[in-house]
């Protein structure tokens, strides 16, 4: 059998495979590219559902759906595709439960949860010791990252346990863990956490709504639209669905890519799939140790999302945000909550089971998790809530060809010996997706950036002379043409405040409240008063 003949042939029909195809045909309409697809649809860990809702049927997101202003990349894709923005409401009250099922929920309205002043202390010394190791973090190399070693050799959780003071602030991190990634801060390398904050330009970027932030906006009509009008300008005729790839081999003239129809001789080729579900691809020549070391053992999050459609937006009325942050429960299955109402005014609510969370409830009946979710909104937004009109659910886990969400994540040890080879091109071979982007890694920007590189990379050996000379000098100094992520309004902020600005203010007041009832704790105050005074 004659094998078809390709420049390139990418490898994902998610955001980063069309977005590399997109710019190939951009800067050279003759190059003929073919983009291989193991779903039945395009949008990779996008895809936008319609479900019943207050007027009849409405369009939610049900993988990534939030995007910021400082994610340039997505941005400028969303503009290109003259599409439009609207942002996350949250306005009122929002909902603050950790500490177990017994404990006291609170609720709070400003950007910063309602914290003790002990507990407020502690996030502020936390928060500014993880900013400022940010700052360190070169993302390019991370060898050059000062104790690159001895940052990658601890946990996320191993860190916190040494530089918290307060178990609520250590579950709270659990959550924003679970939320942010979808494991437990037991199973990822600090380093990769310091990595991941830095690509977004600080932590708080990460877990606001707030300008600058993650979760700042949503696209109208969903995000999957994305990759549909990416395919559409690429052309439908140059995308394959149903088409998973199952081996790679390369020679000194061709990459020949199979699937379990069909084989394509190409030039090049850009696998963008999450890097556990390429390390399934067989490769011939073997690829380098170190890159199939590195990709065996990346494990990905677990998350699963649902929405839930009211008559009503209920929690508005009663001055509420939809917001809700719960620590680890066997009786509240969710980490967080958002309000979802769509553009057109259908009031929804949208939540996360992640985590050990998902581990645990994904095992249970799926009416069983709907009711602990519904009485779970109950209390903490009324009993108005158990007045729906629909309940959506998807568990990335069961996804083919997806198998988690949201990202991949790097257990201790991985990066300091073998980060560099998740972006080195193997041969003919290169690789995207958002896990190798060095802005915004794990978001959809993420994918934009690092699909965008790798065309980029492609079009070097290909076509060089659709290069620019800046980019040129971009991918031979490894690096990304866009500066780095400005930092949000609230990290700018913390950044410029000193220790003694931060520390004197709170302690003034916590000292007063908390010397008699908590005094096995000032040990450790006057601990951190020496070491920053």
């Not at 990779?44 to 995007?67: C, H, M, N």
């Not at 929002?94 to 996030?123: C, E, M, N, W």
């Not at 249970?364 to 309940?391: D, M, T, W």
């Not at 920007?445 to 699909?451: F, M, T």
Request: aromatic letters at 8%; one cysteine or more; proline letters at 5%.
């Amino acid at each position: 059998m004659t094998a078809d003949i390709w420049d390139v042939v990418v490898v994902g029909a998610g955001l980063s495979g069309l977005s590399a195809a997109h710019l190939l045909r951009k800067r050279d309409a003759k190059l003929r590219i073919l983009i291989l697809e193991g779903k039945d649809r395009v949008g990779g860990r996008t895809v936008s559902l319609e479900i019943p809702a207050a007027d009849g049927v409405d369009r939610w997101d049900f993988g990534g759906q939030w995007v910021g202003s400082t994610q340039t990349h997505i941005m400028e894709l969303i503009k290109d595709l003259d599409l439009e923005i609207y942002p996350q409401f949250n306005a009122g009250k929002k909902v603050l439960h950790v500490g177990g099922p017994t404990s006291k929920v609170r609720v709070y309205q400003t950007s910063i949860p309602a914290l003790s002043p002990l507990v407020l202390l502690d996030f502020t010394q936390l928060l500014w010791k993880v900013d400022r190791l940010c700052k360190t973090v070169c993302i390019q190399d991370l060898l050059r990252t000062p104790n690159a070693a001895e940052l990658d050799s601890m946990t996320l959780h191993s860190y916190v346990e040494q530089n918290a003071w307060t178990e609520e602030l250590k579950e709270q991190l659990g959550v924003c863990s679970r939320s942010v990634f979808g494991v437990e801060p037991s199973q990822m390398s600090f380093l990769f956490f310091l990595m991941y904050a830095a690509a977004a330009g600080g932590l708080m970027a990460l877990l606001e709504s707030t300008p600058g932030c993650a979760q700042e906006f949503k696209i109208k009509g969903g995000t999957q639209q994305l990759s549909e009008c990416l395919a559409q300008r690429v052309g439908w005729k140059n995308v394959r669905l149903g088409s998973a790839v199952t081996a790679i081999w390369q020679d000194a003239e061709w990459a020949r890519v199979t699937t379990t129809h069909d084989t394509f001789l190409c030039r090049a080729v850009i696998v963008t799939c999450p890097p556990h579900l390429a390390a399934k691809i067989q490769y011939q020549p073997a690829l380098p140790s170190m890159r199939e070391f590195l990709t065996q053992n990346m494990p990905v999050g677990h998350m699963m999302k649902f929405i839930v459609t009211y008559q009503t937006a209920f929690w508005k009325e009663k001055g509420f945000s939809g917001e809700i942050v719960a620590g680890s429960s066997t009786d509240c299955p969710f980490c967080v909550t958002f309000d979802a109402t769509s553009p057109r005014g259908n009031p929804a609510l949208v939540g996360f089971i992640s985590g050990q969370q998902a581990t645990l409830w994904s095992t249970k009946e799926a009416g069983e998790r709907r009711n602990a979710v519904l009485s779970s909104l109950e209390r903490y937004l009324g009993p108005e809530a158990a007045s729906f009109i629909h309940y959506e659910e998807k568990d990335w886990a069961q996804e083919e060809y997806s198998g988690g969400c949201p990202v991949n994540v790097m257990a201790p040890g991985l990066l300091t010996y073998y980060q560099p080879s998740l972006r080195k091109p193997c041969g003919r071979i290169h690789w995207a997706g958002t896990e190798t982007a060095m802005q915004w890694c794990g978001y959809m920007s993420g994918a934009v950036q690092s699909g965008q590189r790798a065309a980029l990379e492609v079009l070097a050996e290909v076509c060089h002379v659709a290069l620019t000379a800046e980019e040129q000098e971009a991918l031979v100094q490894g690096q990304a043409v866009k500066g780095p992520p400005q930092q949000t309004p609230l990290s700018r902020l913390l950044n410029g405040l000193t220790r003694k600005s931060v520390a004197i203010p709170v302690l003034t007041i916590s000292a007063a409240l908390l010397l008699a009832q908590h005094q096995h704790l000032m040990t450790k105050i006057k601990t951190y008063m020496t070491n920053a005074f």
